[in-house]
T-cell receptor, first 112, second 113 residues
Framework: EAQVTQNPRYLITVTGKKLTVTCSQN?????MSWYRQDPGLGLRQIYY???????DKGDVPEGYKVSRKEKRNFPLILESPSPNQTSLYFC???????????FGSGTQLSVL | GDSVTQMEGPVTLSEEAFLTINCTYT??????LFWYVQYPGEGLQLLLK?????DKGSNKGFEATYRKETTSFHLEKGSVQVSDSAVYFC????????????FGAGTRLAVHP
């Protein structure tokens, strides 16, 4: 089954404790992206990747890192999480961006 | 800057009622337009799309027409069901903008029996 898999689904952590949210897709998509969803703001792009070893900042990249060492994986790294990073995070992928995006089920992060 | 504006929710309807969710956009050039739907506890799924002016996207009884003159892409359905309860997002992709979709804030729809 074609899918984007994110883990974990829920994560509660404390300020400053490094964490990684994993994302994997099995559709051989070149494009992958991370979004955060906040009430009243919709989805805002954090980082995106056009292919292996090619990543770039989205609209809200501060406090986040990403890597794309393999085509299928695109982890999101928070080196020193802060409470303002409490949000619902989505990973997405597509073959070409003007085609549809496939979304993961989301990761609800709470930073205390 | 480029942006998408959706009507605020929640929208509450009875089953079989007519649905309209308004979406307008601001963009340079001629974007592609999308409606995504998010069911409770799930990620977003593409509902329909339109890539040029006057195109009509349709799926699962939902329709939206790309209106360049009014910069709008309103979502409609003639008869909603309880299973349509979800959050609906309007989005655009800029020509040559292979990096992202720009999303509206989302509109929550609740359909009651």
């Amino acid at each position: 089954e074609a899918q984007v898999t994110q883990n974990p689904r829920y994560l509660i952590t404390v300020t400053g404790k490094k964490l990684t949210v994993t994302c994997s897709q099995n559709m051989n998509h070149e494009y992958m992206s991370w979004y955060r969803q906040d009430p009243g703001l919709g989805l805002r792009q954090i980082y995106y990747s056009m292919n292996v070893e090619v990543t770039d900042k989205g609209d809200v990249p501060e406090g986040y890192k990403v890597s794309r060492k393999e085509k299928r994986n695109f982890p999101l790294i928070l080196e020193s999480p802060s409470p303002n990073q409490t949000s619902l995070y989505f990973c997405a992928s597509s073959l070409f961006l003007r085609e549809k995006l496939f979304f993961g089920s989301g990761t609800q992060l709470s930073v205390l | 800057g480029d942006s998408v504006t959706q009507m605020e929710g929640p929208v509450t309807l009875s089953e079989e009622a007519f649905l309209t969710i308004n979406c307008t956009y601001t963009a340079t050039g001629y974007p592609s337009l999308f409606w995504y739907v998010q069911y409770p506890g799930e990620g977003l799924q593409l509902l329909l799309k339109a890539t040029k002016a006057d195109d009509k996207g349709s799926n699962k009884g939902f329709e939206a027409t790309y209106r360049k003159e009014t910069t709008s892409f309103h979502l409609e359905k003639g008869s909603v069901q309880v299973s349509d309860s979800a959050v609906y997002f309007c989005a655009l992709n800029l020509p040559g903008g292979y990096n992202k979709l720009i999303f509206g804030a989302g509109t929550r729809l609740a359909v009651h029996p």
